[in-house]
């Protein structure tokens, strides 16, 4: 292997380059809407995000102050205008050129004198500072309008965060949200742990008539669609007085987890070493104590891979929480519901759809970059080989 | 009371109870119904032994058969029966199959569920194969197969806005916002397009988000296959002079095809439940309607459970073959 790839360095080249790519095409997505989740929305449609990374040129157009409030008396009936052009607050960026009309966009630098005709001139400086003379005629009604070439910086804003999650006057804010979602995953991916690992624990290492067709049983239900569950367990739900809430949710997280978690954890623990536990059992351990004492603490690592894929998937569900745990009240909506409902009412906002999409995608990224070994391990087991 | 709150204390109870129904359990197993003393110690000790597995499975039998084996009986008799006034149901035979079946909605949710199912596990396992090659001996090849599997973390919902903002489409006057339209202009095309609305062109699009988070699912678990694959078989066939790419379709691919098998079946699997990118995409409309989708329409909007249910089995009964498979392979493992 290394030393097919290491043979020539074309090939080395070639396959460096071929990776670059297929990352950046992987990455290209995630990475406009993380980048546009700092723009304003004006800045959005004014420009794709891939341009905002960099200094760009842009035309500002600008109109000098009022002549008619601002202008100065110079005497032999000549009038001057005096200011920035910027207004008050320095400007970020770099004027390059400038014109006084369209049709002569970029015609001066900065710093040259632009002649308007009949003595009337226009003179603008590289910090925007201007002069404007001329005649009573002409330094009166409307202001001159001015076209600056300009580069402007990469100019990013934390607006869009403060807006989602902060502002209590924005009625489709992230936040509740954010904490109902909280609330379905924690609960509905603790509980199946627990129940799970008695279970696989039991089809591991206990010796029971049924145990092989119990194993088959799990195996199956792997692969059922949860689709077929929703509307006999919504009936269920309703007639057993549930109804639609988060302890339904929670039920129906648990009972859909739970094949996967089994399965996960059973073919780990039959691995751990038959020696360990026919010791304890000499000296006298019962099989609730060898599983408390020794196996769980051996199986930390399927525990913490189920765990992940457990949060993940409550975390990202829509499906299992629509038909679950909504109701007509919208009091218990999660992240991905409100992301559905912004699709429909802010489908062009873009800045409060990127935003509120990155802060439901912001959790999973973060458990999924720090636990990324345990989630590996989890995937390699849990693949029915 | 406030939902975290709330939260809080399901856990606590949620946790106690398991908790203590286990450690009570076995405890009253133990000390009250089969002493392990007196006359009897002995046997009530194997008694206690043949009662405790079941203790131990016994809530997650409760769960899965509440939760998994009793639906699916539950859905077969809803498709065979039709809701009547008040709460009552007649049952109706095939009707519900029969009338779904002359549905132009359904058969175009069946020729796209196809579609997915040819196009999307395919795609998915050969680009993972590509990745995990590829990186393979790479220096940073670990930091690229991170990227190339993180979108595993994101949620179809988010990867749905992720790729609407790609397929954007703004007014020819104006600077395009979405990097597709960007590129095609750019590349010579005429006018931006609306990628979505373009039937049948439109469900590759869709299907592109499922292969976009997929794809490091493959990776992981092909490349994990590759590492095994055993030197010497490399060196043997590099001895003999095999190029590149003899070597990778002639000794590595053989000889990871069970593993190959396996990934395709679970994105299959993924691929026919698939529902979340359809539904807040387009939703169905423009020719990209999806079984599930399809599903949802008919049990929630439209409140025809007969027709759902029976629009669930259909799922269920394109997955039956793989769940037959993979029982067939766990039995012949565990022998």
């Given at each position: ?9 074309i ?10 790519l297929?990352v ?6 995630t ?13 959005i449609?004014?420009s794709?995000?891939?341009?905002s ?10 109109r ?11 005497g ?15 400007f ?52 001159q ?13 934390l ?25 379905v995953?924690?609960?509905?991916t603790?509980?199946?742990i ?16 049924g ?20 509307i ?12 639609k ?49 020794i196996?769980?603490?051996l ?16 975390w ?8 679950f745990?909504?109701?007509?009240s919208?009091?218990?909506?999660v ?26 995608i ?17 995937l ?6 | 009371?406030?939902?975290?709150l ?17 450690y ?44 998994l084996?009793y ?14 006034p008040?709460n ?7 009707d519900?199959?029969s ?10 949710a ?21 990745a995990?090659?590829l990186t393979d001996?790479?220096?940073w ?36 916002i979405g ?7 750019v590349?010579?095309?005429a ?6 609305q ?23 678990i092909?490349?994990?296959a ?18 590149p790419f ?7 691919i053989?000889?990871?095809?069970s ?57 269920m009964?394109m ?17």
């Amino acid at each position: 292997m290394d030393a097919i790839a290491g043979r020539k360095p074309i090939v080395v080249w070639a396959l460096n380059i071929s990776v670059v790519l297929l990352v950046l095409l992987w990455l290209f997505p995630t990475l406009g809407l993380f980048v546009s989740s700092f723009r304003t929305g004006d800045q959005i449609t004014a420009s794709g995000w891939w341009s905002s990374l960099f200094a760009s040129e842009q035309t500002l157009q600008i109109r000098a102050a009022d002549p008619d409030d601002n202008r100065v008396d110079l005497g032999n009936g000549r009038y001057m205008v005096e200011g920035n052009i910027f207004g008050e607050e320095a400007f970020g960026g770099e004027m390059t050129a400038w014109g006084t009309s369209s049709r002569n966009l970029g015609a001066n630098a900065p710093g040259d004198t632009a002649d308007l005709g009949d003595g009337e001139t226009f003179t603008l400086n590289a910090d925007g500072t201007y002069v404007w003379e001329g005649d009573d005629d002409q330094i009166s009604g409307r202001a001159q309008r001015v076209f600056v070439d300009a580069t402007t910086p990469p100019d990013f804003t934390l607006q869009n965060y403060n807006f989602v999650l902060f502002d209590e006057n924005n009625s489709e804010g992230m936040a509740k949200a954010f904490f109902n979602t909280l609330t379905v995953v924690i609960p509905a991916t603790i509980i199946p742990i627990l129940i799970a690992a008695f279970a696989a624990y039991a089809l591991a290492w206990m010796d029971f008539p049924g145990r092989a067709i119990l194993i088959a049983i799990v195996v199956g239900l792997l692969v059922v669609p949860l689709q077929l569950a929703l509307i006999p367990l919504l009936s269920l739900h309703n007639a057993i007085g549930i109804g639609k809430g988060y302890l339904g949710v929670w039920l129906a997280h648990t009972g859909f987890g739970l094949p996967l978690a089994i399965y996960l954890l059973r073919n780990y623990m039959v691995g751990l070493p038959r020696d360990i536990i026919e010791n304890a059992k000499v000296d006298g351990a019962t099989d609730f104590q060898i599983f408390t004492k020794i196996i769980l603490p051996l199986s930390f690592p399927a525990l913490a891979s189920f765990a992940i894929f457990q949060f993940l998937w409550t975390w990202n569900d829509l499906l299992v929480a629509l038909v679950f745990l909504i109701d007509a009240s919208g009091q218990t909506t999660v992240m991905t519901k409100q992301i559905v409902e912004l699709l429909g009412t802010r489908g062009g906002d873009w800045e409060i759809l990127a935003t509120s999409a990155f802060v439901s995608i912001a959790v999973p990224l973060a458990v999924f970059f720090a636990m990324q070994k345990y989630l590996v391990r989890g995937l390699l087991a849990g693949s029915v080989k | 009371m406030h939902p975290a709150l709330q939260g809080l204390l399901t856990i606590v109870i949620g946790v106690g109870g398991c908790v203590g129904y286990f450690y009570s359990a076995n405890l009253f197993l133990d000390k009250v119904l089969f002493k392990a003393e007196g006359p009897n110690a002995g046997r009530n000790i194997n008694r206690a032994n043949m009662i405790r597995p079941w203790l131990f499975l016994l809530p997650a039998i409760i769960a899965l058969g509440l939760y998994l084996a009793y639906p699916v009986v539950a859905t077969l008799r809803l498709s065979f029966l039709e809701r009547l006034p008040g709460n009552e149901f007649g049952f109706v035979g095939f009707d519900n199959y029969s009338k779904m079946f002359a549905e132009p909605k359904f058969i175009e949710a069946m020729k796209n569920n196809v579609l997915w199912l040819i196009i999307v596990p395919a795609a998915a396992t050969g680009f993972g194969l590509l990745a995990a090659q590829l990186t393979d001996r790479l220096s940073w090849g670990n930091i690229a197969k991170s990227i190339v599997f993180m979108p595993m973390a994101i949620s179809f919902v988010g990867a749905a806005v992720i790729f609407k903002l790609v397929y954007e489409a703004r007014p020819e006057d104006v600077a395009q916002i979405g990097i597709l339209n960007h590129l095609y202009l750019v590349f010579g095309g005429a006018e931006p397009q609306q990628w979505l609305q373009i039937p049948f062109w439109n469900n590759l699009f869709l299907m592109v988000v499922l292969i976009w988070i997929q794809t490091g699912f493959a990776m992981v678990i092909l490349s994990a296959a590759l590492r095994g694959i055993p030197e010497e078989t490399v060196e043997a066939a590099i001895i003999d002079g095999a190029n590149p790419f003899q070597i990778f379709f002639k000794i590595k691919i053989p000889q990871i095809m069970s593993t190959i098998v396996v990934v395709w079946t679970t994105i299959t699997i993924a691929t026919l439940k698939v529902f979340d990118i359809v539904f807040a995409m387009t939703n169905g409309q423009w020719e990209t309607q999806v079984l599930a989708n399809y599903m949802y329409d008919k049990l929630f909007r439209a409140n025809d459970w007969g027709m759902g249910s029976a629009s669930a089995m259909i799922i269920m009964l394109m997955v039956t073959p793989i769940l037959v498979w993979n029982v067939y392979n766990a039995r012949k493992e565990m022998r």
